[in-house]
């Protein structure tokens, strides 16, 4: 694992934003909802437990789209191949901040909904806010060492297939399924966990964003340019 030995900066703002709110508009008409997010950070910052597994392989080279690591391990797509394809070396990640957050929700949701919701969101500020630290000392790192670094890639991205994006770095990470398990239908439990991975080498081409090719860019709360995701 890789140690988490930063801290993670989460105001009330991030928090309304992860309800998919406008914190602008909610300090104008519902300012007891500020508080109510600034209760959820403390509360979030006692239950939740971050954790990174982390992995580095060399990369072998490209067969079409599929790249092959050392150790066996391989990872295939459209959008692997364009931008981990000139990589040296390849970071394998997942993040989570654990199921704490989730299950003090629940516990909350029949006596005070509206914490629970602020809590949700709070937990996905933190996963986000935890990748976003993650990848910053991933390009810190590289940098150190003459190299660039990929945009973030994540499987689910157009061009890069979950089912087989999260059963290729699962594989290559082999993480205890007691911090982080994948479903059936590869979702990450906990929930509030993410997967991504960094290409380093001396010709990389980090200049796009990673939002061209996630799903979710028509409907998504971050298109603001407060996006934390890899």
Not at 18 to 29: H, N
Not at 130 to 157: K, N, Y
């Amino acid at each position: 694992m890789l140690t988490v030995d930063f801290e993670l900066e989460i105001d009330a703002d991030m928090v309304l934003r992860g309800q998919g709110a406008d914190p602008e508009v909610v300090r104008k008409r519902r300012p007891g909802l500020v508080e109510l997010a600034e209760r959820a950070i403390e509360l979030g910052q006692v239950v939740y437990s971050p954790q990174v597994i982390h992995r580095s392989l060399r990369t072998l080279g490209l067969r079409h789209t599929m790249l092959d690591l050392e150790g066996g391990f391989t990872l295939s797509g459209e959008r692997v191949a364009q931008y981990l394809g000139p990589s040296q070396q390849v970071h394998l990640v997942v993040c989570t901040i654990g199921d704490g957050v989730e299950k003090r929700c629940s516990e909350l949701y029949s006596s005070d909904p509206a914490l629970s919701l602020a809590l949700d969101g709070f937990g996905t500020v933190a996963v986000d806010a935890l990748t976003s630290a993650v990848c910053q000392r991933l390009v810190d790192e590289a940098a150190a060492e003459g190299f660039q670094t990929s945009i973030p890639l994540s499987p689910g991205m157009i061009g890069w297939e979950l089912g087989a994006g999260q059963s290729e770095l699962f594989a290559a990470l082999q993480p205890d399924p007691a911090v982080v398990r994948l479903t059936p239908s590869f979702q990450m439990v906990p929930r509030k966990s993410a997967s991504f991975v960094v290409g380093a080498g001396v010709q990389m081409d980090g200049s796009r964003e990673a939002c061209q090719y996630c799903s979710a860019v028509e409907t998504c709360r971050y298109r603001d340019g407060h996006c934390h995701q890899p």
